[in-house]
């Protein structure tokens, strides 16, 4: 079946620009998760979605960061007026429900702030 | 507070050597601990996972042992193979927590 998808798989943008990165998650996964990975670094948890609610957005590093899900199943991640630290890849995950299961990654989002 | 830590950074082994790289945990009242493989360009997949009502559990070429009085885990890969060379990411979660916890990551690099 059909496993996580993310789009872009890379976006180059200009400081100052906004940027929407998705994510389709598996489908009937309620959990979903962001990520940030910065180069050769671990992961950075940003923000949990069970269902449409976000419990958990303890780890979005700044207001310009936003994200959404609608419908229980797409999310946005919004991140306005980049900055070059910005720069990374994004990614997403989900899961069947939030306990202890398996995360299903998608490929990430690789973005370029100039 | 870092609450799991891995080590090593990176890690050279040798074909059919074994590679084993260690993760420390802070909270006790996590309950489910992964590992998960990334290879480069590719989002991280989950490899073996253990939960602490036993110490140890194989899959294949791959062991996870458990060490509940010293909260430490660990991941040994047998006969280490050059397709093994990837990224190790150990990671932490329980019931109580709404995210996963993850290590700093290990690079591989499985030598022929």
């Known amino acids: 079946g059909a496993g996580v998808s993310q789009s872009p798989s890379n976006k180059v943008t200009e400081k100052g620009k906004d940027v929407e990165l998705r994510c389709d998650p598996i489908s009937g996964h309620t959990a979903l998760y962001w990520y940030r990975q910065s180069l050769g670094q671990g992961l950075e948890f940003l923000i949990y979605f069970q269902g449409n609610s976000a419990p958990d957005k303890s780890g979005l590093p700044s207001d310009r960061f936003s994200a959404e899900r609608t419908g229980g199943s797409v999310s946005t991640l919004t991140i306005q007026r980049t900055q070059q630290e910005d720069s990374a890849v994004y990614l997403c995950?989900?899961?069947?429900?939030?306990?202890?299961?398996?995360?299903?990654f998608g490929p990430g989002t690789r973005l370029t702030v100039l | 507070q870092q609450q799991v830590k891995q080590s090593p950074q990176s890690l050279i082994v040798q074909k059919g050597g074994i590679s084993i790289i260690n993760c420390a945990y802070e909270n006790t009242a996590f309950d489910y601990f992964p590992w998960y493989q990334q290879f480069p360009g590719k989002g991280p997949a989950l490899l073996i996972a253990i939960r602490p009502d036993v110490s140890e559990k194989k899959e294949g070429r791959f062991t996870i042992s458990f060490n509940k009085s010293a909260k430490q885990f660990s991941l040994h890969i047998m006969d280490s193979q050059p397709g093994d060379s990837a990224t190790y990411f150990c990671?932490?979660?329980?019931?109580?927590?709404?995210?996963?916890?993850f290590g700093s990551g290990t690079k591989l690099n499985v030598k022929p």
């Open positions: 990671a932490a979660n329980g019931n109580n927590f709404n995210k996963f916890y």
């Open positions: 995950a989900s899961s069947p429900r939030r306990k202890d299961n398996e995360q299903f």
